[in-house]
């Protein structure tokens, strides 16, 4: 039972465009959502996260939108850089202070070609 | 401020061996979080120690198992390794109070043969 999915595999964008990564869930209990960033040979890097409370965080070129109704998420990338090409996860926490668990979506591969 | 290490990077064993990979947290993260991640099941949830107890449990079978010392560096160990345990396994630690914000070390790849 995959609680997060992101049904898109892979993107490519043009630098400079906006890049957009979807990610749904099914379970209502998750109250933190996260995205990271993952190069290959590294592990995962914290890009933003946003609480279940608010329907939108933003932290210079990444913006995350919260649609707790439609349970989507998803993050927005402005403009994209080349460096941007990675493999991006959504994540989601239940109990997000005090527990460590979280449930990842399978990626999505992001190609920002020059 | 140092980020997470893990050792050793890369292990190959044989099947039906023992395995012990280490984790050390950034300095003042008591979280210590263990995944998996496979080609084919993504990154999956092993186990969380916090304050050297196990808080979280994924549904992995006995064979994998974890500690966590007093200075919140952690290890886990498989036993009985099989060719399906052969993954890039990743630790990841967090501040107290802020357990969803997890901070992953570079993985260890783990080959079975």
């Known amino acids: 039972d995959q609680q997060v999915k992101q049904n898109s595999p892979s993107l490519s964008v043009q630098e400079g465009r906006i890049s957009i990564l979807n990610c749904d869930y099914t379970?209502?209990?998750?109250?933190?959502f996260l995205w990271y960033k993952k190069y290959p040979a590294e592990g995962p890097t914290f890009l933003i996260s946003?609480?279940?409370?608010?329907d939108k965080n933003e932290d210079g070129r990444f913006t995350v939108f919260l649609n707790k109704s439609a349970k989507h998420l998803s993050l927005h990338i402005v403009p994209s850089q080349p460096g941007d090409s990675a493999v991006y996860f959504c994540a989601a926490s239940v109990g997000s202070s005090n527990t460590g668990k979280l449930i990842f979506g399978q990626g999505t591969t992001l190609q920002v070609k020059p | 401020k140092a980020g997470v290490t893990q050792t050793p990077r890369y292990l190959i064993k044989t099947r039906g061996q023992q395995v012990t990979l280490s984790c050390s947290p950034i300095?003042?993260?008591?979280?210590v979080s263990w995944y998996q991640q496979t080609p084919g099941q993504g990154l999956q949830f092993l186990f969380e120690y916090f304050s050297e107890t196990q808080r979280n449990k994924g549904n992995f079978p006995g064979r994998f198992s974890g500690r966590q010392f007093s200075n919140s560096r952690s290890e886990m160990n498989v036993s009985t390794l099989e060719l399906g345990d052969s993954a890039l396994y990743l630790c990841?630690?967090?501040?107290?109070?802020?357990?969803?914000?997890?901070?992953f070390g570079p993985g260890t790849r783990l080959t079975v043969t």
């Open positions: 946003i609480s279940s409370i608010k």
């Open positions: 379970n209502s209990m998750f109250d933190y």
């Open positions: 300095s003042g993260h008591r979280s």
């Open positions: 990841a630690s967090s501040k107290q109070g802020e357990a969803y914000e997890q901070y």
